[in-house]
Each structure stands twice: as structure tokens, then as C-alpha cells.
């Protein structure tokens, strides 16, 4: 399985960014995509996550109503698009991917996203907010 993320970049505070995550390598549906990030000196934080299948979503707290995580058509390819960014949401993004759906509903029940639930990861991609 392969992850390759895009979109990461420089945007002012209350701009908007949309991040791509392009997953190849799976043999079903039956999988999650979930969104982390990392700020410097701060743990490595999942915000969003999605299961392509039905396209159940989860978002943690500090990102819902700005942020919306989607699917596309093809089932490959999940989208982040963030809006009314401020300079704390500046970190690094990463794309991971789950081996099952069901993960989703484990977040929703948790209200949490956990890093060893997600067994394949992209390789990050920068996001800056800042005037």
C-alpha cells in the first residue's frame, strides 16, 4: 500500500487549504484513511478520519465545523479541506491508512484517533498559517 500526499503549503490565517491523499495497493474498500499532524514539540495529532466504503467520517474537536474530509468517486483518492485556518493548525499532515473501516466507528465511540490503529503511512506534507 502507498500514500502520496499534496496541497501542503503557505496560507494566510483564515485561508483555506485542501490536502490530497492518493491511496494505491488496497484489494477492497474495506479501509480507513485518517488524517494526522504534528506541530514542532507537540505529539503527532489525528484530527480527521474516513471510511471510503460508506464514507463514515470522524473529526476530533479542535478541527470540526472548519475542516471536511471526503472521498472521491474512484474510492482512491481522499481529500482534507481546511477552512478558517489560524497559525495553530500549522504542522506537518500526514495520510494513514487503516487496514479496516471499522476504525471509524472505534474513533467515534473513543472520541480519539490512535496512531497504532493505522498500519501504512504518507510521507507528510507541510502546512503553514501565518501572515
Known amino acids: 500500500v502507498q500514500l502520496v500526499e499534496s496541497g501542503g503549503g503557505l496560507v494566510q490565517p483564515g485561508g483555506s487549504l485542501r490536502l490530497s491523499c492518493r491511496a494505491s495497493g488496497f484489494t477492497s474498500d474495506d479501509y480507513a484513511i485518517g488524517w494526522f499532524r504534528q506541530a514542532p514539540g507537540k505529539e503527532r495529532e489525528g484530527i480527521s478520519c474516513i471510511s471510503p466504503h460508506d464514507f463514515n467520517t470522524y473529526y476530533t474537536a479542535s478541527v470540526e465545523g472548519r475542516f471536511a474530509i471526503s472521498a472521491d468517486n474512484t474510492k482512491t483518492t481522499v481529500y482534507l479541506q481546511m477552512n478558517s485556518l489560524t497559525p495553530e493548525d500549522s504542522a506537518v499532515y500526514f495520510c494513514?491508512?487503516?487496514?479496516?473501516?471499522?476504525?471509524?466507528?472505534?474513533?467515534?465511540?473513543?472520541?480519539?484517533?490512535?496512531?497504532?490503529?493505522?498500519?501504512?503511512w504518507g510521507q507528510g506534507t507541510q502546512v503553514t498559517v501565518s501572515a
Open positions: 494513514a491508512a487503516a487496514r479496516w473501516a471499522s476504525i471509524v466507528r472505534t474513533a467515534q465511540a473513543a472520541d480519539e484517533m490512535l496512531e497504532v490503529d493505522y498500519d501504512y
